[in-house]
């Protein structure tokens, strides 16, 4: 691999000089008067493509959508395939080309679509710097290093790029279904570099995400918004109601109050204890996020596993209520409750709404109210979860002790990666989560930033990842 | 009075066809560009005055206000005297010349600024027509009865009307509370007609009003909003403790469950119970106006007694939480709950924030939570009682009796009318409440009307009401 780190090091300007490129075209997904920039953004990639000579390039084109008033043409999904020999295993890389949406006036200290690398640093500021431009680009500057030092890729790569992550992945996941026997047959193993390491030191491997079941808890008892001058004390009020019911689903210290939703959660063995030992996290880290004091657990291991792998429930609002400044004395006819619980294995969406149904009847009987109760719960994401000693996971962990002289953290992530469910359901082989951002990168967020460290040595990685595929035992 | 009743029957078109010429001045306080007709509602006032031969006419101009983002002139509080002889009790009387917007497009059988009568419902329609202009113009006819007929009228009238009631009133406070020593020195009682009949049959009097104390009760922990993947099962989430405050605070059917809080409410007396028989009420009405059948009470009694005279309180929404359609997994940094109490004889707002707050501490503790709150409350209106034995309701009985050949139901209502209090601090004289319109009146809704019947025998009511404060026993 040296001659490989070499090259990189070699030309690590020019990937910066090209990331500054990519940055420059705004792909934002979530505005119609981008939309022309998320096609700019995915034309330059598949030209790339093909200066690189990947065959079989393919743009999936999902439809139309509705978008601020207008109907646009949704972006492609692109496929392409560099081939490197049939005894060689074949590995599936996802990431995305659209990006969140910025403005200077927002709190950037430099034009958010103007690349600019702060040299006293080491960070290079840019929307979708870290979020996912340097991710997917390093995947070809992997490529094109093999070719320049006239060797062949260890491993066939598929990649699968898309511009509508940061707006529902809108018609990917029908594409990844239908592809699944066919463009994505061969695949052994998928590789997805959309996250972040736990802190700012350490690289990590994630190999777990929490599902989500979202609910609407609707009463109604008036037609109309009644005055409460008029009928307050008279009347049962559906927003008191929904203050006693929802009260009653969780408590100020995060712990799930319906009967039986605890049931379910897989126990914490002693294998996975030991994956909290030396994690790069301190509480500090969770106070200079939330910028608070405000953690429930004293202890980096309980904060972690109730992120990871322990179910929370929250509290989201209220539709149909007052919600604007000042004080109005209405007596609203019909308000919709919003919460979700994040959910962890061995939970099932199917039985967690089933339990907050019970909960919910239950409580509601008791009121005494004459109002009536719906509850709905439109979609329920599941909660993903990896063998850490899956080759996948072996492979990637000897090509970070390689490029980092480190073991890297194994972190899950709190929130969910939906795309990353779809390929282990539809493609049945194990998928890996391997960051190449820092925690601290701002995704999202103003002044968004990728360390040129962690983007050089990132291309490293994949490098590295790769010849582990094609070497480790399977 | 039988020559004043044939003046008024005989002059009923001309009544109805000024009532069309006043409802046509879209008077709509609420609108800077309907202010300009505020102004033309009050000249046409003003012009009316001078003609019948009030003296001292002034208009007071309480300044300016800032009203979707214009600055523009308050209308003025018109103030004017009509003397007939120093030894005559001086009555004074209040209304409102502005109007609630109103738009056709909202629902309006008609045009809501051009007069319609329904000849077959004996219905006039129009915005303004109950509330509140029918009954400003009345006390202007009977003057111009008496004039007519060559008789001087039994008292000394002085009539205070406000431009702004229907956007709070602005300035008149400080103008009452100015004039008290002044232009009203001499007044021995007050009417205002600006409320509704209990029912559709019965006229009634009104002695009393509840006030209203509102809170807003702050919580607040991390400094921004943060995502429910990331954060939620590790941080005290700010809306999860203001559900369980707020749900602490009133039961379903509508208790106060706040300690303390019902200590000091006067306690229903004999002769208080007996005012609760034959109302011109049922339950039907109540289930009508709500277009449900939620109310809690099983008897009128039991219904009105928590609408007049017993507190409520009620839940009205969360300002910082997700409040829109569809579903957000945001965990809010600051929620701030927004409920108010409905209070009664002989509770006061500063007792009724101390119990609040008292409460609130506790139950904050309780929850033993990182996050912090703060509870306002930001100003409480007391609540007001009037002796129905005083001389002015039995003046005003006497006059119903005469005109109706019925008793009044004598009533309270559940929401405040603030001037009333200001009237009775201000001056010190009884106040009384002469309603003129129906419930079913629609003031503030679509289709507003007033009936012919109400208008006709509500100028006869004004008129008698004068005599019978001239004559009646003090
Ligand atoms: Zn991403
Ligand atoms: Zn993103
Ligand atoms: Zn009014
Ligand atoms: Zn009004």
Redesign the interface.
Known sequence: MDSVYKHIDAHADEYVTRLGEVIAIPSVSGDASMRDHVFAMGAWLQAQLKRLGFSDIEAHHPGKQQLQGKEIDLPPVILASYKSGTEKPTVLVYGHYDVQPALKEDGWKYEPFTMVEEKETGRIYGRGSTDDKAPIISWLWVVEAYQALGKDLPVNLIVCFEGMEESGSEGLDEIIIKEAGRYFKDVDCVCISDNYWLGTEKPCLTYGL?G?S?F?LEIS????D????????????P???L??I???L?????KILIPGIYDDVALVTEAEESLYQNLDFSLAD?HN?????????ASVRD?LM??WR??????????G?????G??????AKVVG?F?I?SVPNQTPERIAELVKTFVDAEFSK?????TYKIES?HGGKSWVADVNSWNFVAAKKAVEKVFNTSPDLTR????IPVTLTFQEALGKSVLLLPMGRSDDGAHSTNEKIDRYNYIEGIKLLATYLEEVATVEK
Do not use: C, W
């Not at 009644?226 to 009020?237: K, P």
């Not at 969780?250 to 995060?254: I, L």
């Not at 322990?310 to 539709?319: A, C, K, N, R, V």
């Not at 992530?413 to 969910?416: L, M, P, Q």
């Open positions: 929490r989500v979202y609407f008892g008036p037609a109309k009644l005055h409460s001058g008029v009928f307050g004390g008279t009347v049962h009020e927003l008191t109601d203050f006693h929802m009260s009653k969780v408590s100020s210290d995060g969770i996020a939330t910028e608070s004091q405000t953690t429930i657990h904060t109730h992120r322990f179910p929370s429930l929250s509290l989201h609002g209220i539709e209520a007052f919600y604007a400044p004080a109005k004395t209405v007596i609203p919003k979700s994040r009121l005494g109210s004459k109002n439109p992530e709190g929130g969910s």
